[in-house]
């Protein structure tokens, strides 16, 4: 469960990556080349941190699930 919460915390991450990213690249908007890069690699950043929270969140759920599946069988709760 701990996990789980863990992987829905984790979704304002890329947030906290893509809007500081968009002011800089705002900012930087006279030096083209530096603006796009920063922008790109922001892109790239957000993009591998929304996969990684999929992931995680995927596994915490599936592992959730079969905790609970496993306990309503101890139990003998239907499920």
Do not use: C
């Not at 030096?31 to 920063?38: C, P, T, Y």
């Not at 790239?44 to 905790?67: F, H, P, S, Y």
């Amino acid at each position: 469960m701990d996990e789980w919460r863990a992987s829905r915390r984790r979704q304002i991450r890329p947030v906290l990556v893509f809007l500081p990213v968009m002011a800089l690249t705002y900012f930087e908007i006279r030096h083209e080349a530096v603006a796009l890069s920063i922008l790109l690699v922001g892109m790239l950043l957000t993009g591998v941190m929304i996969v990684q929270n999929g992931v995680l969140g995927w596994r915490a759920d599936r592992r959730l699930k079969a905790e609970k599946r496993e306990w309503e069988a101890e139990h003998g709760e239907p499920s």
